[in-house]
DNA sequence: ATGCCGTTTCGTAAACGA
């Protein structure tokens, strides 16, 4: 009786309902991917979407085919590079753009809404954390001041009722394992003690890696260089992450990385990260 | 290794990415 079996290990603590799945991808240009979102949007069918590097402005973003498929729209762009979304089946409600502590700033990276469930509300957040190379250059001390503002922000958040999801792009490195050649990174900004320290002291607030509460294993990578036949070496890295606040991770039901789009013609170097939230 | 590849832009070379 496999099936009893597995009713039986099923933890206690979710219900019969069906997880919320809310998934994050770099897709490297809606312009350009836009039949490959509506292909893996029809496949995965995800409740939530945080999509990064969308470069697109707001205007150009081609929401009708999305919305086609049942999704609500909301979109940070800007001109060329950058721009972060979010898409969902339920509506999307009190959303904000931009990230506190930097008027100056004008990169599109942060992208914040909440979703009404059936048994109340997630705070969803769509992020595209700075590359910060060359680390010579004042791209780096960006980097640092903006997951700076990030850690100040994710805080605040922590202070409200409702589950936190920080999906995105985090351009970090969390760990060795992380990596197939961490060796190669020691000199990029992705894989910086300070990148790494602060990205550690999300984990501090209490922001918990969703990947890792469900796996230790190495090998589990999100990017793939389109350069020196990474993909084909597996010559890859994991660097799209979704964290989750203490009470969304108490729900957290499972995490799945759709490798196989990276396999796809003309495909984003990032493939999605989809977690599944019994809330 | 100032390289590789891919997307975007007042474009046909340069900026940006990781």
């Known amino acids: 009786m496999p099936s009893r079996a597995a009713a039986a290990a099923r933890p206690s603590r979710f219900s019969d309902r069906t997880p919320v799945r809310i998934a ?10 836009q ?7 029809e ?11 969308i470069k697109s402005q707001d205007e ?3 929401a009708e085919p999305i919305e086609r498929l049942g999704y609500n729209v909301a979109t940070h762009g800007q001109k060329g590079f950058n ?4 898409l969902s089946k339920r509506p999307l409600e009190d ?11 004008e990169h599109a990276r942060w992208i914040e809404a909440t979703v009404s469930t059936e048994t109340g509300a997630v705070r969803v957040v769509s992020l595209y954390l700075p590359n910060g190379n060359p680390i010579d250059t004042p791209k780096f001390p960006y980097k640092l001041s903006w997951m700076d503002r990030m850690l100040a922000r994710a805080e605040a958040l922590l202070a409200t009722d409702e ?3 920080l999906a995105g792009d985090y351009n970090v490195i969390p760990e060795p394992i ?4 961490p060796d190669r990174w020691v000199d990029d900004a992705l894989f910086q003690p300070e990148s790494r320290n602060r990205h550690r002291a999300l984990v501090n607030l209490g922001y918990i890696d969703a990947q890792r509460a469900v796996s230790a294993a190495d090998g589990i990578y999100t990017f793939w260089d389109y350069q020196a036949g990474a993909w084909q070496k597996n010559n890859g890295i994991r660097i799209d992450h979704v964290m989750l606040s203490p009470v969304a991770a108490d729900r957290l039901v499972t995490v799945d990385v759709h490798k196989h789009t990276r396999g796809w013609e003309k495909p984003s170097d990032h493939v999605p990260v989809v977690v599944a939230l019994d809330v």
């Open 60 to 62: 150009q973003f081609p």
């Open 43 to 53: 496949e995965a069918a995800p409740d939530i979407v945080c999509l990064q590097e």
């Open 95 to 105: 959303v904000t753009i931009r990230l506190d502590g930097d008027e100056a700033d």
């Open 83 to 86: 721009g972060v979304a979010l």
């Open 24 to 33: 994050t991808w770099n897709i490297n240009g809606v312009k350009a991917r």
């Open 163 to 165: 589950p936190i999801i």
């Open 178 to 181: 992380d990596a197939r050649h």
């Open 35 to 41: 039949e490959s979102l509506t292909r893996w949007l």
